[in-house]
Protein backbone atom coordinates (compact mmCIF):
# COMPACT_ATOMS: atom_id res chain seq x y z
CA UNK A 1 0.00 0.00 0.00
CA UNK A 2 1.21 3.70 -0.60
CA UNK A 3 2.14 6.13 2.16
CA UNK A 4 3.38 9.60 2.54
CA UNK A 5 5.29 10.37 5.08
CA UNK A 6 6.00 14.30 6.20
CA UNK A 7 8.77 14.45 8.82
CA UNK A 8 8.21 17.84 9.88
CA UNK A 9 5.21 18.00 12.12
CA UNK A 10 6.37 22.29 12.52
CA UNK A 11 8.47 24.56 10.96
CA UNK A 12 8.94 28.46 11.89
CA UNK A 13 10.68 30.67 9.36
CA UNK A 14 10.83 34.55 9.36
CA UNK A 15 8.73 36.57 6.55
CA UNK A 16 11.22 36.67 3.63
CA UNK A 17 13.56 33.49 4.00
CA UNK A 18 13.55 30.82 1.50
CA UNK A 19 11.18 27.25 2.59
CA UNK A 20 11.37 23.53 1.97
CA UNK A 21 8.98 21.39 3.49
CA UNK A 22 10.13 17.48 2.80
CA UNK A 23 7.64 15.23 1.51
CA UNK A 24 8.48 10.91 1.21
CA UNK A 25 6.47 8.82 -0.25
CA UNK A 26 6.29 4.58 -0.67
CA UNK A 27 4.65 3.26 -4.18
CA UNK A 28 5.63 0.81 -6.25
CA UNK A 29 5.17 2.60 -9.33
CA UNK A 30 4.90 6.30 -10.61
CA UNK A 31 3.12 7.90 -8.52
CA UNK A 32 0.66 10.99 -8.66
CA UNK A 33 1.83 13.48 -6.28
CA UNK A 34 -0.10 16.70 -4.54
CA UNK A 35 0.53 19.55 -2.39
CA UNK A 36 -2.52 21.23 -1.08
CA UNK A 37 -2.24 23.79 1.80
CA UNK A 38 -4.91 24.47 4.47
CA UNK A 39 -5.02 27.76 5.91
CA UNK A 40 -6.66 28.10 9.61
CA UNK A 41 -10.67 27.02 9.43
CA UNK A 42 -10.77 26.30 5.74
CA UNK A 43 -11.03 23.35 3.44
CA UNK A 44 -7.90 22.15 1.67
CA UNK A 45 -6.49 24.49 -1.98
CA UNK A 46 -4.70 22.59 -4.17
CA UNK A 47 -1.16 24.36 -4.51
CA UNK A 48 0.47 21.91 -7.39
CA UNK A 49 0.75 18.20 -8.85
CA UNK A 50 2.98 16.09 -10.05
CA UNK A 51 2.67 12.98 -12.24
CA UNK A 52 4.61 12.94 -15.90
CA UNK A 53 7.06 15.19 -17.43
CA UNK A 54 9.38 17.72 -16.31
CA UNK A 55 10.20 16.97 -12.65
CA UNK A 56 9.86 20.61 -11.66
CA UNK A 57 6.69 21.74 -11.16
CA UNK A 58 5.31 25.08 -10.56
CA UNK A 59 2.26 26.20 -8.71
CA UNK A 60 0.13 29.00 -7.41
CA UNK A 61 1.48 31.43 -4.78
CA UNK A 62 5.28 31.34 -5.89
CA UNK A 63 5.49 27.45 -4.69
CA UNK A 64 7.23 25.00 -6.67
CA UNK A 65 8.25 21.34 -6.38
CA UNK A 66 10.42 18.92 -7.28
CA UNK A 67 9.98 14.99 -7.60
CA UNK A 68 13.06 12.97 -7.27
CA UNK A 69 12.28 9.31 -7.91
CA UNK A 70 15.82 8.17 -6.89
CA UNK A 71 14.92 9.63 -2.95
CA UNK A 72 10.88 8.96 -3.62
CA UNK A 73 10.61 12.20 -2.62
CA UNK A 74 8.21 15.08 -3.52
CA UNK A 75 9.61 18.42 -1.48
CA UNK A 76 8.29 21.80 -1.42
CA UNK A 77 9.60 25.14 -1.61
CA UNK A 78 9.51 28.72 -1.90
CA UNK A 79 11.97 31.49 -2.36
CA UNK A 80 10.69 33.95 0.24
CA UNK A 81 8.07 33.00 2.30
CA UNK A 82 5.49 35.60 2.99
CA UNK A 83 3.55 36.05 6.54
CA UNK A 84 0.16 35.13 4.50
CA UNK A 85 1.75 31.60 3.83
CA UNK A 86 1.73 30.47 7.53
CA UNK A 87 -0.60 27.59 7.08
CA UNK A 88 -1.09 23.86 7.44
CA UNK A 89 0.46 22.34 3.73
CA UNK A 90 -0.17 18.68 2.97
CA UNK A 91 1.19 16.32 0.72
CA UNK A 92 -0.90 13.24 -1.14
CA UNK A 93 -0.06 10.68 -3.38
CA UNK A 94 -2.84 9.17 -5.32
CA UNK A 95 -2.53 5.47 -7.52
CA UNK A 96 -2.93 4.97 -10.61
CA UNK A 97 -5.51 2.53 -12.08
CA UNK A 98 -8.25 3.32 -9.45
CA UNK A 99 -10.24 5.91 -8.38
CA UNK A 100 -9.09 9.37 -7.35
CA UNK A 101 -8.54 8.11 -3.73
CA UNK A 102 -5.54 9.91 -2.08
CA UNK A 103 -3.85 9.02 0.76
CA UNK A 104 -2.66 12.23 2.71
CA UNK A 105 0.11 12.72 4.98
CA UNK A 106 0.49 13.89 8.48
CA UNK A 107 1.15 17.26 7.53
CA UNK A 108 3.59 20.19 8.40
CA UNK A 109 2.11 23.58 10.22
CA UNK A 110 4.39 26.72 8.57
CA UNK A 111 4.48 29.70 11.21
CA UNK A 112 5.93 32.78 9.87
CA UNK A 113 7.18 35.57 12.08
CA UNK A 114 7.54 38.76 11.29
CA UNK B 1 -20.09 29.26 -8.00
CA UNK B 2 -20.12 28.28 -4.54
CA UNK B 3 -17.86 25.31 -5.26
CA UNK B 4 -18.10 22.64 -2.74
CA UNK B 5 -20.47 23.27 0.52
CA UNK B 6 -21.13 21.57 3.42
CA UNK B 7 -23.53 22.10 6.29
CA UNK B 8 -23.84 22.26 8.93
CA UNK B 9 -20.42 23.88 9.89
CA UNK B 10 -20.21 22.58 13.44
CA UNK B 11 -22.20 19.59 15.52
CA UNK B 12 -22.25 19.05 18.93
CA UNK B 13 -23.99 15.35 19.57
CA UNK B 14 -24.13 13.12 22.41
CA UNK B 15 -23.26 9.32 22.30
CA UNK B 16 -25.77 7.57 20.52
CA UNK B 17 -27.40 10.27 18.37
CA UNK B 18 -27.35 9.99 14.62
CA UNK B 19 -26.99 12.70 12.01
CA UNK B 20 -26.45 13.63 7.95
CA UNK B 21 -23.91 15.82 7.06
CA UNK B 22 -24.84 17.68 3.50
CA UNK B 23 -22.03 17.81 0.96
CA UNK B 24 -22.86 19.73 -2.59
CA UNK B 25 -20.90 21.01 -5.60
CA UNK B 26 -22.16 23.19 -8.31
CA UNK B 27 -19.14 22.37 -10.85
CA UNK B 28 -20.77 19.18 -12.43
CA UNK B 29 -18.08 17.50 -11.17
CA UNK B 30 -18.65 13.11 -11.25
CA UNK B 31 -16.39 12.17 -8.51
CA UNK B 32 -17.47 12.76 -4.84
CA UNK B 33 -15.60 12.14 -1.53
CA UNK B 34 -15.82 11.99 2.62
CA UNK B 35 -12.62 12.77 4.92
CA UNK B 36 -12.44 13.02 8.30
CA UNK B 37 -9.10 15.28 9.53
CA UNK B 38 -7.75 14.13 13.17
CA UNK B 39 -4.71 16.06 14.88
CA UNK B 40 -1.70 14.38 13.48
CA UNK B 41 -3.24 12.21 11.02
CA UNK B 42 -3.84 13.80 8.26
CA UNK B 43 -6.92 12.86 6.52
CA UNK B 44 -8.09 9.68 5.71
CA UNK B 45 -11.05 8.68 3.35
CA UNK B 46 -14.33 7.29 4.36
CA UNK B 47 -16.22 6.94 1.29
CA UNK B 48 -16.02 8.04 -2.13
CA UNK B 49 -18.59 7.86 -5.35
CA UNK B 50 -16.64 7.68 -8.53
CA UNK B 51 -19.80 8.99 -10.46
CA UNK B 52 -23.69 9.34 -9.75
CA UNK B 53 -24.79 5.91 -8.34
CA UNK B 54 -21.80 4.83 -7.23
CA UNK B 55 -20.70 4.71 -4.00
CA UNK B 56 -17.21 2.79 -1.89
CA UNK B 57 -15.71 2.11 0.57
CA UNK B 58 -12.17 4.06 1.60
CA UNK B 59 -9.86 3.49 4.79
CA UNK B 60 -11.88 4.51 7.63
CA UNK B 61 -15.82 3.64 6.64
CA UNK B 62 -17.02 1.96 9.76
CA UNK B 63 -19.74 3.35 11.64
CA UNK B 64 -20.44 5.68 8.45
CA UNK B 65 -23.06 5.03 5.70
CA UNK B 66 -23.17 7.04 2.49
CA UNK B 67 -26.05 8.57 0.10
CA UNK B 68 -25.08 9.64 -3.74
CA UNK B 69 -28.08 12.02 -3.92
CA UNK B 70 -27.97 13.26 -7.64
CA UNK B 71 -24.65 13.99 -9.15
CA UNK B 72 -24.52 17.43 -7.19
CA UNK B 73 -25.02 15.79 -3.74
CA UNK B 74 -23.41 13.69 -1.43
CA UNK B 75 -23.96 12.99 2.30
CA UNK B 76 -22.91 10.83 5.03
CA UNK B 77 -24.35 9.62 7.96
CA UNK B 78 -23.99 8.72 11.13
CA UNK B 79 -26.39 6.28 12.49
CA UNK B 80 -24.84 6.05 16.14
CA UNK B 81 -22.63 8.39 17.04
CA UNK B 82 -19.77 7.58 19.17
CA UNK B 83 -16.74 9.87 21.11
CA UNK B 84 -14.09 8.45 18.54
CA UNK B 85 -16.27 10.04 15.67
CA UNK B 86 -15.40 13.45 16.88
CA UNK B 87 -13.30 15.06 14.16
CA UNK B 88 -13.70 17.28 11.46
CA UNK B 89 -15.39 16.12 7.94
CA UNK B 90 -14.32 17.59 4.64
CA UNK B 91 -16.40 16.58 1.67
CA UNK B 92 -14.41 16.94 -2.12
CA UNK B 93 -15.21 16.87 -5.50
CA UNK B 94 -13.06 16.26 -8.88
CA UNK B 95 -14.21 16.50 -12.21
CA UNK B 96 -13.41 12.87 -13.42
CA UNK B 97 -14.67 9.65 -13.43
CA UNK B 98 -12.30 8.77 -10.66
CA UNK B 99 -9.31 9.22 -12.05
CA UNK B 100 -6.07 9.15 -10.09
CA UNK B 101 -5.11 12.39 -11.53
CA UNK B 102 -7.55 14.41 -10.93
CA UNK B 103 -7.79 17.68 -8.57
CA UNK B 104 -10.02 17.60 -5.64
CA UNK B 105 -11.85 20.49 -4.84
CA UNK B 106 -12.53 20.74 -0.59
CA UNK B 107 -15.50 22.15 1.28
CA UNK B 108 -14.71 24.11 4.30
CA UNK B 109 -15.05 21.32 6.45
CA UNK B 110 -17.73 19.82 9.57
CA UNK B 111 -16.39 20.67 12.79
CA UNK B 112 -18.16 17.27 15.16
CA UNK B 113 -17.92 16.41 18.42
CA UNK B 114 -19.23 14.14 19.95
CA UNK B 115 -19.88 13.47 24.11
Known amino acids: AQSVTQPDIHITVSEGASLELRCNYS??????LFWYVQSPGQGLQLLLKYFSGDTLVQGIKGFEAEFKRSQSSFNLRKPSVHWSDAAEYFCAVGRTGTASKLTFGTGTRLQVTL | NAGVTQTPKFQVLKTGQSMTLQCAQDMNHNSMYWYRQDPGMGLRLIYY???????DKGEVPNGYNVSRLNKREFSLRLESAAPSQTSVYFC??????????????FGPGTRLTVL
Open chain 2, 92 to 105: ASSPRRGLPGDTQY
Open chain 1, 27 to 32: YGATPY
Open chain 2, 49 to 55: SASEGTT
